[in-house]
T-cell receptor, first 109, second 114 residues
Framework: DAKTTQPPSMDCAEGRAANLPCNHS???????VYWYRQIHSQGPQYIIH???NNETNEMASLIITEDRKSSTLILPHATLRDTAVYYC??????????FGAGTILRVKS | NAGVTQTPKFQVLKTGQSMTLQCAQD?????MYWYRQDPGMGLRLIYY???????DKGEVPNGYNVSRLNKREFSLRLESAAPSQTSVYFC?????????????FGPGTRLTVT
């Protein structure tokens, strides 16, 4: 599975959009981009995933560049409850998740 | 729907003691997983069960055994606990169907080995 690179931490003002970047320059054609988050030592929570096209659900939007070498998770209106560690994971369909260190997002009032 | 449940929530063991961590899911998922998370680190896969009746090693299987008791339950056993196994243990399940490989996690078991 391809390796991902994320910034160790980011800050965001409450009510503003949080844009979390992820680089995955070695991604192959059959690998998906997944995002999970972990709030204060709880179990990780699935957010969204995509292959080529941009995706949106009730939690977030996922923007994948045309060359698929990077992606951005967007939380449109961040709240204090979105403070968490966000993990970007690239994996083949059906393969196991491999978690990196993730990005600590701090939402501030 | 309780989702994924884990017992116990907390446990303290002495070196050399054994124990079994229990995990159950009520979502009729095919696959189940055990992870450990050390302080400040990401999760690492210990063992997984792709379907009832099968188990496979993950990234860090040494010192652990697992049993997929039935479709609902997947237990993790420490035969002789060591301080290096102090960690938070998470169980997860996944439908593992054609369109859904997302994993759903339990609340975790916090284990301290002294």
């Amino acid at each position: 599975d391809a390796k991902t690179t994320q910034p160790p931490s980011m800050d965001c003002a409450e009510g503003r959009a949080a844009n979390l970047p992820c680089n995955h320059s070695t991604i192959s054609g059959n690998e998906y981009v997944y995002w999970y988050r972990q709030i204060h030592s709880q179990g990780p929570q699935y957010i969204i995933h995509g292959l080529k096209n941009n995706e949106t659900n009730e939690m977030a939007s996922l923007i994948i560049t045309e060359d698929r070498k990077s992606s951005t998770l967007i939380l449109p209106h961040a709240t204090l409850r979105d403070t968490a560690v966000y993990y970007c994971i690239v994996r083949e369909y059906g393969n196991k998740l491999v978690f990196g260190a993730g990005t600590i997002l701090r939402v501030k009032s | 729907n309780a989702g994924v449940t884990q017992t116990p929530k907390f446990q303290v063991l002495k070196t050399g003691q054994s124990m079994t961590l229990q995990c159950a899911q009520d979502m009729n998922h095919n696959s189940m997983y055990w992870y450990r998370q050390d302080p400040g680190m990401g999760l690492r896969l210990i063992y997984y069960s792709a379907s009832e009746g099968t188990t496979d090693k993950g990234e860090v299987p040494n010192g652990y055994n697992v049993s997929r008791l039935n479709k609902r339950e997947f237990s993790l056993r420490l035969e002789s606990a060591a301080p290096s196994q102090t960690s938070v243990y998470f169980c997860a399940s996944s439908p593992r169907t054609a369109n859904n490989y997302e994993q759903y996690f339990g609340p975790g078991t916090r284990l301290t080995v002294t």
